[in-house]
């Protein structure tokens, strides 16, 4: 028998987060262990009136790819991906992974030249989403690989995941727009501002955000979410920082990243491992070493690091930063083959600062 969470969360994530309407497409793409939830949303869709289809990866498909693929079979954008980034009306992508670490040692020069390929048609979609044309979010099912990576059993990770989705809630929908209400009360007092100081254990980090776009994450896009974010102005970044927690992209981490910025751009980029990775990753193109996304954490519900960037970057009292692509609706101007989160918790002894101001302390909200 399904966990009645389950057809719960299907139905936030139809009902709120994408609100599919009669007659839309909907692409549905997570692997077998996702199944429960599949096919929750298939139902739901077809009772709406839509359209669903699914995208159904197979165990080591990615690895086999990286493994065997030429050069022009990585540069090779298949006609269904182009269908699913240009034309679908709405899109569901579940993660759920079978091996987190299954790309841990695929050349990272690999995945350069198909980021570089995917490019043009990831920019697209970014503008076709900021432009209401493609509703799409992506959410977490609970497996066995993530739950050990969050150092939990499969039953604790359950419940961690639920949890943070609202979903131990009678009415969770009601419960994301009480944190739509609350992210405005930050954004109101942030889009007034213009500089933004990260200060830090071996952080001192300064960006400029006049004029930029505040935006309200309050699960629409990412469940669970929980964050406000914006662009920065793209030569505006000036200082160092030093990530928290390990970066995860493409299956493959970077431990204890610090990157100094001049004048916008990551100048150097260094990390206890991976550091390899991490600068080919930002070598990718000339947007790559630019940021393209900074933002605040504010689900307070999610309070432990269980290395998946969808929960850390969320947790309430971190601020996170993304190298690369940024989304149009926050009006930056950055483009890039790449986008890599990277959280700071600040709960220990950090800080923020709007124009000088402190407005939080020890991952605290003091206005």
């Not at 939830?37 to 359209?51: D, W």
């Not at 690989?145 to 990770?157: F, G, W």
């Not at 009678?170 to 419960?175: F, L």
């Not at 309200?216 to 964050?227: A, H």
Request: charged share 25%; hydrophobic share 35%; proline share 4%.
């Amino acid at each position: 028998m399904n966990d009645p969470r389950i057809s719960k969360l299907a139905d936030v994530l139809i009902n709120y987060s994408i609100s599919l309407k009669k007659g839309q497409t909907l692409i549905i793409s997570a692997t077998p262990q996702a199944t429960p939830l599949v096919r929750e949303i298939y139902g739901k869709a077809l009772q709406k009136g839509a359209f669903p289809m699914t995208s159904i990866s197979v165990d080591g498909l990615e690895e086999v790819f990286y493994r065997y693929a030429s050069e022009e079979q990585l540069k090779y954008i298949s006609p269904i991906r182009r269908f699913s980034f240009e034309k679908a009306d709405a899109i569901i992508s579940i993660i759920s992974g079978f091996n987190t670490k299954a790309l841990a040692n695929v050349e990272p020069k690999k995945m350069v030249l198909n980021n570089r390929a995917m490019a043009p048609l990831f920019k697209k979609f970014m503008h076709r989403s900021a432009g209401g044309q493609v509703r799409w979010v992506g959410c977490q099912f609970p497996t066995h690989a993530y739950a050990q990576d969050a150092v939990m059993s499969l039953a604790e990770y359950e419940d961690f995941v639920f949890r943070a989705c609202r979903l131990d809630k009678k009415d969770p929908i009601t419960e994301w727009k009480k944190m739509a209400t609350y992210n405005a009360r930050l954004i109101k007092y942030l889009s007034r501002k213009d500089e933004i100081r990260i200060v830090a254990k071996d952080t001192d980090l300064r960006y400029r955000v006049g004029g930029r776009k505040w935006i309200n994450c309050d699960g629409k896009n990412n469940f669970p979410d929980g964050e406000v974010f914006t662009a920065p102005i793209e030569d505006s970044a000036n200082g160092h920082i030093r990530f928290t927690y390990p970066a995860e992209y493409g299956g493959r981490e970077a431990e204890d990243v610090r990157i100094e910025f001049k004048n916008g751009k990551a100048v150097k980029a260094t990390a206890a491992r991976g550091e390899e990775f991490l600068n080919a990753m930002l070598d990718t193109d000339k947007g790559s070493r630019y940021l393209g996304e900074v933002a605040i954490g504010t689900n307070f519900g999610i309070t432990k690091y269980t290395k998946n960037t969808l929960f850390d970057e969320k947790i309430g009292g971190t601020v996170h930063m993304a190298l690369g692509e940024s989304y149009p609706e926050s009006g930056g101007k950055n483009h890039s083959g790449v986008h890599w989160d990277m959280v700071c918790d600040l709960r220990a002894g950090g800080a923020l600062y709007a124009d000088g101001e402190l407005f939080m302390k020890n991952g605290r909200f003091l206005k």
